[in-house]
């Protein structure tokens, strides 16, 4: 029974090989946009534990607590604790592809000295189609971000493709990929406005039922409209359905 | 430290492939080598114009049937057999005015009259052979033409009764006449949304 256990783990790792050279073919990417953006660049991790709960057919909540942390900085590599983010998500679902979600959220910078805490409001709309396997969606975000005195005006869309890796339909056990774009916009009364770029890329695995984990990178380009500043960052998550 | 996470990682996705098995659920991509025998040999004699041929292994409890999906001619076509290599049926995914007027008319009035609310979500023509032609034959028969061949549709929808949404597959003939109908598991639609 073990045995027959192994044999299937085998098979599961053999049939994910391919997938891995892609990977490691998109780490590679990375690596040649960090060499060409030196000084100023920097790498952070982010490591998140998310809780999602089902009250009813309709509404659904999602508590997240999402840590920081400092990984390349200045040319060398060090860990620092950046911030802690605690935030929580109320979603309507409108339909099977449709959804409402309106979200709050703190960020605690202060107790690691390195910068301003604050809080943000989100509203969301998402929207998702899938075709042979893969699965496309749509989000909209508007959000506030209140930092001291001063409020934020940000709008994101962000443009992500998941898909499982193997066969078309994701069983326990399995690996999936996602793939995301997003576009953000902050105006504030304060400053110019600014245009943000991110790219991410995740593996993920529908461990049990209710537990899956994720692991990528994601590649930030910030406010390229005035003066970049590029950053990467290894991204870690446990998503827990109960 | 870093041996301990690895180890416990390892563990972890053990103990998933255990319960994957015990569940006894599973769809996967398989070589053609691993298809039914029978089976093997149709995808030799078919067209050669076949584009993104792919197979499929799907178990559901003691049930194992395979699939090979495919382009053809711009449509894309899902062949099932089971476990023996004996052709179940073979499917074309449509969009909602490739059905015809009156079909499409029959089949909206069943939605109305039992349900609040219907969105489609995937719509296929069926094609099952009902007649004496061998499973090759039938297959090339239906890769000739598909237009109007078909015997039934395959809807699965998201419909909305007393409130309720529920996602169900609904089998009609290909007259708009319904047939059957069973639920569908949202899960397997639904995965990496966080």
């Known amino acids: ?242 | 430290m870093t041996f301990k996470l690895l180890t416990s990682v390892l563990f972890l996705c053990c103990y998933s492939f255990g319960v994957s098995q015990t569940k006894n659920e599973q769809e996967e991509r398989v070589k053609v080598n691993e298809f039914p025998k029978v089976a093997q040999e149709y995808f030799n004699k078919l067209p050669n114009q076949l584009k993104l041929l792919r197979f499929y292994r799907e178990s559901d409890g003691d049930k194992l049937s395979f699939e090979a999906k495919f382009k053809y001619k711009k449509q894309h076509y899902s062949v099932e057999f089971d476990a023996n290599g004996i052709l179940e049926d073979v499917e074309v995914l449509i969009k909602k005015k490739d059905i015809p007027k009156v079909s499409f008319e029959t089949i909206l009035k069943y939605f109305n009259t039992y349900f609040d609310h219907v969105r489609f979500i995937k719509i296929q023509k069926q094609y099952i052979n009902a007649s004496h032609t061998n499973d090759l034959q039938f297959i090339n028969f239906v890769l000739d033409d598909s237009i109007n061949k078909n015997t039934h549709f395959e809807i699965i929808a998201d419909i909305k009764s007393n409130g309720k949404h529920l996602l169900k597959e609904f089998t009609f003939k290909s007259n708009g006449e319904f047939e059957k109908s069973r639920p569908v598991s949202s899960s397997s639609y639904e995965y990496a949304l966080y």
């Open chain 1, 1 to 242: 029974m073990v045995n027959l256990k192994n044999q299937d783990l085998f098979h599961h790792l053999h049939t994910n090989m391919r997938y891995i050279k892609t990977l490691l073919f998109l780490v590679l990417l990375f690596a040649g946009l960090i060499s060409k953006a030196q000084n100023d660049f920097i790498t952070l991790g982010e490591s998140v534990f998310g809780v999602n709960h089902d009250i009813s057919d309709t509404y659904s909540i999602n508590f997240t607590a999402r840590s920081r942390y400092f990984l390349y900085r200045d040319a060398t590599i060090q860990y620092k604790q950046q911030q802690v983010d605690i935030f929580h998500f109320s979603t309507l679902k409108l339909n099977y592809n449709h959804a409402l979600s309106f979200g709050v959220f703190y960020r605690n910078r202060d107790v690691f000295e390195s910068g301003k805490n604050e809080i943000r409001f989100t509203q969301q709309f998402n929207y998702k189609t899938q075709k042979l396997g893969v699965r496309y969606g749509h989000r909209f975000r508007t959000e506030q971000r209140i930092i001291d005195t001063r409020t934020i005006f940000r709008q994101r869309y962000r443009f992500a493709i998941d898909f499982p890796l193997n066969g078309q339909k994701l069983d326990i056990g399995e690996a999936y990929f996602v793939g995301a774009l997003e576009s953000l916009l902050s105006l504030s009364k304060t400053s110019t406005p600014a245009i943000d770029q991110r790219v991410t890329f995740q593996i993920g695995w529908q461990l049990t039922e209710d537990l899956k984990l994720q692991t990528g990178l994601e590649y930030r380009l910030e406010a390229y409209n005035i003066k970049a500043n590029h950053s990467l960052f290894v991204l870690t998550s446990a998503i827990l359905k109960i």
